[in-house]
């Protein structure tokens, strides 16, 4: 697969979905590790400072998402804020989606992933189901079929590490693209997964904030052919 083109400041500014005094919410682009990792090249951290809007220090993560993960990323503007948003994170009050094509599916329509999740290796960072994991618990719905593919929309209740991808191959329908955990991909293709939407209440007497990621072009095409009929032929609870 051919590296993503690294992205500038100004493409990630471009990439804004959400701005308030504590927050912003940010579409990355799949490629594009939010840290440094075991391979070389840009991270987000790099272009941080250009969303600083005026303040003396540049926002800084309040969660991950993996290189090859592409969406809805959170991050705070400032001290206080990171620590609103941690504690957000930490009790499972932020709802995160995400739209993912696998190969083949669930028979069913929708239910619920719940298998612990623990470390291949302790030095490492891959992922394994383990009974003496961290309990890891995942909803998922069909939205489409075809071709032997489905479009499945995945909320993560838990937080664990590749826990959406490590629950897919572990029901037998892999994610489309994922070299780590299903079959190895056909040439060019990226990694299926986009973190769709991310709700956050933020502010204890306002409504919830929701960001949304437009579905990445390189995905569309599948989505299509599972029947996707576009933005406009979609309920705004399928939107989610």
Not at 153 to 173: D, F, I, K, Y
Not at 192 to 213: E, F, G
């Amino acid at each position: 697969m051919q590296d993503e083109p690294e992205p500038s400041s100004q493409d990630i500014v471009r990439r804004l979905l959400y701005r308030d005094a504590l927050m912003l919410v940010i579409d990355k682009p799949a490629g594009l590790a939010v840290h440094p990792d075991v391979k070389s090249g840009a991270t987000l951290v790099d272009q941080l400072d250009a969303l600083r809007f005026g303040l003396p220090r540049r926002p800084e993560l309040a969660h991950r998402l993996d290189r090859d993960t592409s969406g809805c990323l959170v991050l705070g503007r400032h001290r206080k804020a990171l620590a609103r948003l941690g504690r957000l994170f930490a009790a499972g009050k932020v709802s995160k989606r995400y739209w993912a094509v696998v190969l083949g599916g669930p028979a069913g329509d929708e239910g619920e992933i719940a298998l612990p999740l623990a470390r291949r290796d302790p030095r490492g960072w891959q992922m394994r189901v383990d009974p003496a994991g961290q309990p890891a618990l995942t909803r998922w719905r069909v939205m489409g079929r075809g071709e032997g593919m489905s479009f499945l929309a995945l909320e993560p209740v838990t937080g664990r590490t590749h826990q959406l991808r490590v629950h897919c191959a572990a029901m037998g329908w892999p994610i489309l693209g994922d070299r780590l955990y299903g079959p190895e991909p056909a040439p060019g293709l990226r990694l299926m997964l986009h973190a769709r939407s991310v709700t956050v209440p933020l502010y204890p007497k306002r409504q919830a904030i929701l960001a949304d990621a437009p579905v990445p072009a390189e995905m569309m095409e599948l989505l299509a052919r599972c029947g996707w009929a576009g933005e406009s032929g979609l309920s705004v609870q399928a939107r989610l």
